[in-house]
């Protein structure tokens, strides 16, 4: 990324070093963890040589192969159901303006400033008033409710970029609402949504907070399960299946940022 010198924030002295550290604080943890990754020893914080064992380890762990498989379909679910939703949403709200629609748009986007931990609770609270069993479903409506802000942001923005003036000439050519939207906006928005689909897909695989207080018996998710093993201490497997998560993140946010600049 090119730097612009000519930004008057680069005048205050000492603003690179603070940036280098910043940066460095941000991704040094990150580097270890993935050299530690492929350490050798039974030790997990002391190097003495190169070793892809722990990965094969992780492989066979049946417990947690069974809790990345609980993580992904409530990942997927989450993912189908709050993008489907949120399309939904963007496509009403940007239909026209309407009375409340600031009230509207404050609450799509509410679960963003709301801290994690507050959501957890009070949907905790609602199951147990409502009498929903906890389980893999009650995982899946928290999560789906909690990834719809994240679908819903890249897709409203691309609602937002369209020219109304193919919607206006596909009306006065006749289409339909289905047709105008099956070859204009659906080709033109696809981007946003596949976008917001990735982001929701990601957030509620790495989702700890939530899963852990509206989560039951059998329905462990994989950071619940790292989060068990790490509480009897750090040990190379704890390293290697979190370098795994790290780089499937790392891959989903990647694409979804390049699939949501695809131009028009």
């Keep these: 990324m090119k730097i612009d010198r000519a930004n008057p924030l680069w005048r205050f002295h000492g603003i690179t070093p603070m940036a280098i550290f910043f940066f460095a ?35 066979d762990n049946t417990d947690m192969l069974r809790a990345a498989k609980n993580s992904l379909i409530v990942a997927l679910s989450a993912t189908v159901i709050g993008t489907l939703a949120a399309t939904l949403a963007a496509m009403g709200m940007a239909r026209g303006r309407f009375r409340g629609e600031t009230g509207v ?69 006749y289409a339909n609402e289905w047709q105008a939207f099956k070859r204009i906006t659906f080709p033109l928005l696809w981007p946003g949504i596949l976008s917001g689909a990735m982001l929701s897909f990601i ?10 207080f509206v989560g039951g018996a059998g329905s462990t998710t994989l950071p619940i399960y790292i989060f068990g093993m790490i509480r009897v201490g750090i040990t190379p497997e704890v390293n290697a299946i979190s370098a795994l998560m790290l780089i499937i993140s790392i891959i989903f946010v990647s694409v979804s940022f390049v699939i949501d600049r695809v131009r028009y």
Excluded: Q
Aim: with cysteine.
């Design 203 to 212: 957030i509620s695989l790495d989702d700890f907070v939530i899963s852990y």
């Design 25 to 59: 604080y941000l991704y040094l943890p990150i580097i270890v963890l993935l050299v530690l990754s492929f350490n050798e020893n039974r030790l997990a914080t002391i190097w003495t040589g190169f070793s892809t064992h722990w990965y094969s380890v992780v492989l």
């Design 105 to 173: 748009a404050a609450m799509l986007t509410l679960p963003l400033l709301v801290p994690e931990i507050v959501t957890a609770i009070a949907t905790l609270l609602f199951f147990i008033v409502i009498g929903v069993k906890l389980g893999l479903i009650s995982i899946i409506i928290a999560h789906t409710v909690f990834c719809i802000p994240f679908a819903y942001l890249p897709i409203r923005a691309r609602l937002d970029g369209m020219d109304p003036a193919l919607i206006e000439a596909a009306n006065d050519l």
